[in-house]
């Protein structure tokens, strides 16, 4: 690989920021659920029979697609309509600006109580267990407009994070392609047959060379799945992408580049100092592709002998998500994942304040199990206000 000038300590910091850890791709503040099958819970503080009504609650399901909430009304309503943020599990929290929608609203993290996490960022299980949907009312109703001046609009998080498919030396400022099993992934298409079937692929960035500020380009290598033999064909290898100026498509059945419009898998661009590959699904572009959540005891796609979500080896196939005012504090946005060692989801009761315009909002996500704490995941139960001063 060549390079004839160097990335900055400052430039190659934006860019590990806006690609994200290596570490969480399975545990992200996007919201993508781990591996297992949750069932309604009752042991999760609920509100007692006496609770206050004066303000204005909404309840929503998000399971399989999803729902679009407008706090002005209070209900849900469609994404080309007038909403202020979403969920959908699996996917996560959106806002209706930035790349997540065409509105306008931002949004940050007005109030979070107290003593949730301890000094090493751990959830602290008694200060969740202390939490009730009326102790966190005074909370909620002490939030105004100024309660926080930070307002952002949602941004790209990519599932494919740059520190999986290159590494940074930082006494050398020198970017270099990773040759582990990290930089490789199983990806679905991003469209079906008419019989409903997908087609899969190991995906790998194969090359990398790139002269600082001047070019860039790499290669994918891609060891297509044939479906009646039940295994992966050899690889095969891209030409040179060059995506020094522009945003590229890279279409995996051929192996070759097309436009935004076609049915491509897989996108890279400079954004800034970042290299984004993202996957044509949810935030990203308008097809179902993904990437496999790998099952298989060395979590490597290497290793995965059927692509398919229907058998052992993957558990589900990924998108990109937004990364969001709504993406904090807990480990999934608004929730904390497994604070009592369990496959459950604590709501965190933190209030977000949402800016339309001239008018704010806000919003506390009061449960994951609907109202009394019965429902599957993803029943949302959400308290809610117009903030007039």
Excluded at 156 to 163: A, D, L, N, P
Aim: a negative charge; charged letters at 15%; glycine letters at 8%.
């Amino acid at each position: 690989m060549k390079h004839t000038s160097t990335l900055s300590v400052v430039a190659l910091s934006a860019l590990l920021t806006a690609c994200g850890s290596s570490s969480d791709s399975t545990t992200d503040s996007a919201g993508t659920e781990s591996p297992v099958t949750e069932t309604p819970v009752t042991d999760i503080p609920k509100t007692d029979e006496s609770a206050s009504t004066e303000n204005s609650y909404a309840s929503f399901n998000a399971i399989s697609a999803p729902a679009y909430l407008n706090l002005e009304s209070g209900t849900t309503v469609t994404k080309d309509e007038n909403w202020h943020f979403s969920y959908q599990k699996y996917v996560g929290f959106t806002v209706n600006g930035g790349i997540s929608g065409s509105g306008s609203v931002s949004a940050c993290a007005a109030h979070t109580p107290d003593g949730l996490y301890d000094a090493d960022g751990k959830a602290v299980q008694a200060a969740f267990e202390a939490l009730t949907r009326d102790n966190t009312e005074a909370a909620f109703n002490a939030v105004t407009q100024t309660s926080c001046d930070n307002f952002i609009t949602d941004a790209i998080k990519t599932y494919i994070e740059f520190g999986d498919w290159a590494s940074y030396n930082p006494t050398t400022h020198a970017i270099t392609l990773n040759q582990g099993t990290e930089n490789g992934w199983i990806v679905q298409s991003a469209s079906a047959d008419g019989n409903g079937l997908y087609n899969y692929g190991r995906v790998k960035v194969s090359d990398l060379t790139y002269e600082s500020g001047v070019s860039y380009t790499l290669k994918f290598s891609v060891e297509q799945w044939d479906e009646n033999a039940q295994v992966f064909v050899a690889a095969t290898e891209s030409d040179a992408i060059d995506f020094t100026t522009e945003r590229q498509y890279w279409d995996m059945e051929t192996n070759a580049l097309v436009t935004s419009a076609d049915d491509w898998e897989l996108s890279i661009e400079r954004a800034g100092q970042a290299w984004n590959i993202q996957v044509n699904a949810a935030v990203s572009g308008n097809g179902t592709a993904g990437i496999g959540h790998v099952l298989v005891d060395s979590g490597s796609a290497f290793d995965v002998t059927n692509p398919k979500a229907s058998g052992d080896d993957i558990y589900k196939f990924y998108t990109d998500s937004a990364e969001t005012a709504l993406s904090a504090p807990g480990n999934y946005g608004a929730f904390q994942y497994g604070v009592a060692g369990g496959h459950n989801m604590w709501p965190t009761f933190t209030t977000y304040l949402f800016k339309d315009g001239d008018r704010f909002f806000k919003a506390q996500v009061v449960s994951n199990y609907g109202e009394d704490g019965t429902l599957a995941s993803g029943n949302l139960y959400v308290r809610y206000a117009e903030v007039t001063e």
